[in-house]
């Protein structure tokens, strides 16, 4: 379900969906993008990504907080293994758990989650 999520993106380098999951329930999703209110554009003309895009990691902790769930002792399910700036997030966030089905090129998101104590899991989506 990240993955179609992931398709809402309008990001052209790399598309990234996630969901926050508790009781077996969606609290929360998110799809990299831009900030609401800005152009759905990500990349400049040389494909270049602004630095105001979020990820979706970031837009699903955004949207929870803006709603009447608590993100405490979640999952979330993340097409893309998080960044540092994401990891920080989701621990601060109260997540307990992170599921990824593909490795970001840096692993340091992945280091400080498992340094917090955070459950880190990589599903292979391509494995029968």
């Given at each position: 379900m990240a993955y179609i999520w992931s398709?809402?993106?309008y990001c052209q380098r790399r598309?990234?969906?996630?969901?926050l999951v508790k009781d077996q329930m969606i609290i929360s999703d998110g799809y990299?993008?831009?900030?609401?209110g800005f152009e759905n554009i990500c990349e400049d003309e040389n494909g270049h990504t602004y630095p105001y895009v979020l990820h979706a990691e970031a837009n699903a902790i955004s949207k929870v907080a803006?709603?009447?769930?608590?993100s405490l002792d979640s999952t979330l399910y993340v097409t893309s293994s998080p960044c540092i700036e994401c990891a920080k997030l989701i621990i601060q966030?109260?997540?307990?758990?992170?599921v990824y089905a593909e490795k970001y090129r840096l692993e340091d998101g992945l280091d400080l989650l498992k340094r917090a104590g955070i459950e880190v899991e990589f599903i292979d989506i391509n494995e029968k």
């Amino acid at each position: 379900m990240a993955y179609i999520w992931s398709e809402n993106s309008y990001c052209q380098r790399r598309r990234v969906g996630a969901l926050l999951v508790k009781d077996q329930m969606i609290i929360s999703d998110g799809y990299n993008g831009t900030p609401s209110g800005f152009e759905n554009i990500c990349e400049d003309e040389n494909g270049h990504t602004y630095p105001y895009v979020l990820h979706a990691e970031a837009n699903a902790i955004s949207k929870v907080a803006k709603s009447n769930n608590s993100s405490l002792d979640s999952t979330l399910y993340v097409t893309s293994s998080p960044c540092i700036e994401c990891a920080k997030l989701i621990i601060q966030a109260g997540i307990s758990r992170v599921v990824y089905a593909e490795k970001y090129r840096l692993e340091d998101g992945l280091d400080l989650l498992k340094r917090a104590g955070i459950e880190v899991e990589f599903i292979d989506i391509n494995e029968k």
